[in-house]
């Protein structure tokens, strides 16, 4: 989260978007799958699986937190750059490409 150029919106954890419920079906789906080649004795490649339902977790996880960026709220890190590049933060349609991103 101290990598974000804005702040997260506080209760992000319960926030509810379809697309992060799109990311869970295919989480289930590969847990499956793993239990499927696990069953079969196919260690290898289950264990392949594994390590991509740990990345899709964190994909998840990073997926809920960025659309849960408080845009009016940037991080000084952000400021700063903004101030570098003669950037106003405030102005609604630089808000509004940064909600489009």
Known sequence: MN???FEVIPGWED????EV???QVIIDK????YRIF??????KEANLIKEKIK?????KQHLKLVMNL???KPTQKMKDMARANNIS???PAIVEEFKKI
């Open 38 to 43: 696990k069953k079969a004795g196919k260690i």
């Open 30 to 33: 590969t847990i499956e799958s």
């Open 70 to 72: 408080d845009f009016n």
């Open 55 to 59: 990345e899709t977790k964190y994909a």
């Open 89 to 91: 933060l405030n102005d």
């Open 3 to 5: 990598e974000f150029s």
């Open 21 to 23: 419920d799109d990311v």
């Open 15 to 18: 926030a509810h978007f379809s």
